[in-house]
């Protein structure tokens, strides 16, 4: 044995042994967090996809400028195929890695007691995103709906105490800039394009949107572990719940008439799977990201919203719009860049 033999210590030996675990631990992680940003990103990008073409499914299941068919049992049908949806995948999950702790459907008081209040929320936000295209069209509504930046923004820094930086107000201010130019009315007496009412049910909507989403992460997040088709169910049978309750309230003689399917179409069956699948991607995005991450891929839709228009419809973009829509995307940059910088 040499010199150099003798110096290896038993030390050394173990260290040597345990190094091809360090490197396969280390590829094993690298692995999986190439994969949660993959989920992450595809998610991301699907959220927007759908989001984009919500407006446009609600547009095409009017007829002469009315719903013929119920808005509430629509909502409920998009409740209830989410609930389903959640379902498959847990039984998926069951038979690949049995019934945990993390993925068992508890059914104590403390975890069930938190999904009402969100449930509702979505529940009067997802109705008034029906009637409020009695006074906006596609591209406004999508315009409009970037107020819940604003509305997330401050829940966000009220509710969990997330600060914001100076660029982060800047872009709000933009935003709300944005979001008026875009309903400027150059072609009448009217200074705006959409009437009091539509802005009002357009700010209700986006504080709905932005107090349900906030709460919803905060749930969703208080326990990391618990998988997220767990936490989907319980929310969407909330909602199923309260729809229901809606529909005796409501509609209940028409339901009673002519059916609960009365009206639908194959658009509208279209629409309910879009708003059933966005609605995931919303709460995956939560899981995996936040809220803000959620507001930005609504504001990329806006953008594909007026370019399906056009092309489908051939809707008229004005220079209004076309200016709010630069303002609105300045804005949403200044508040990425101010999140990057914090």
């Given at each position: ?18 190094k ?76 690949r890695d ?75 201010i ?54 997220i ?89 004005s ?24």
């Open positions: 044995m040499n010199i150099m033999d003798e110096n290896i210590t038993e030390t050394d030996i173990e260290a040597l042994e345990r091809p675990f360090l490197v396969a631990t280390t590829s094993s992680s690298a692995i999986m967090t190439n994969k949660l940003n993959f989920r992450k990103y595809f998610v991301i990008a699907a959220l927007t996809v759908l989001t984009s073409s919500q407006a446009i499914f609600i547009v095409w299941s009017k007829r002469a400028g009315k719903y013929e068919y119920s808005v509430i049992t629509a909502n409920f049908s998009v409740e209830a195929l989410k609930c389903v949806l959640s379902l498959v995948a847990l039984f998926k999950i069951w038979r049995g019934i945990t702790q993390d993925n068992k459907l508890s059914t104590s008081f403390d975890e069930v007691i938190l999904y009402p209040i969100p449930a509702m929320l979505y529940l009067i936000k997802n109705l008034l995103q029906y009637y409020i295209f009695a006074y906006v069209d596609a591209p406004a509504y999508q315009i409009l709906k970037n107020l819940n930046i604003i509305s997330t923004g401050v829940l966000y820094r009220l509710f969990l105490k997330k600060n914001l930086s100076a660029i982060q107000w800047a872009a709000f933009l935003l709300c800039a944005g979001c008026t130019t875009a309903q400027l009315d150059t072609s009448s007496d009217r200074a705006l394009q959409t009437p009091l009412q539509g802005w009002i049910m357009a700010i209700v909507m986006a504080l709905l949107s932005g107090f349900a989403g906030v709460y919803t992460e905060a749930i969703i997040k208080k326990r990391p572990s618990r998988n088709n767990v936490q989907n169910f319980w929310l969407y049978i909330f909602g199923m719940i309260f729809n229901l309750g809606a529909i005796f309230i409501q509609d209940f003689d028409d339901v009673f008439s002519n059916g609960f399917f009365h009206g639908y179409s194959f658009i509208i069956v279209c629409m309910i799977l879009n708003h059933a699948l966005s609605g995931i991607a919303v709460s995956m995005v939560m899981k995996y990201a936040d809220n803000i991450v959620k507001v930005y891929s609504t504001s990329v839709a806006m953008l594909l919203t007026a370019i399906l228009l056009k092309f489908l419809f051939g809707f008229h973009l220079l209004s719009f076309l200016l709010g829509f630069t303002v609105v995307s300045v804005s949403i940059y200044l508040h990425r860049a101010g999140s990057s910088s914090k």
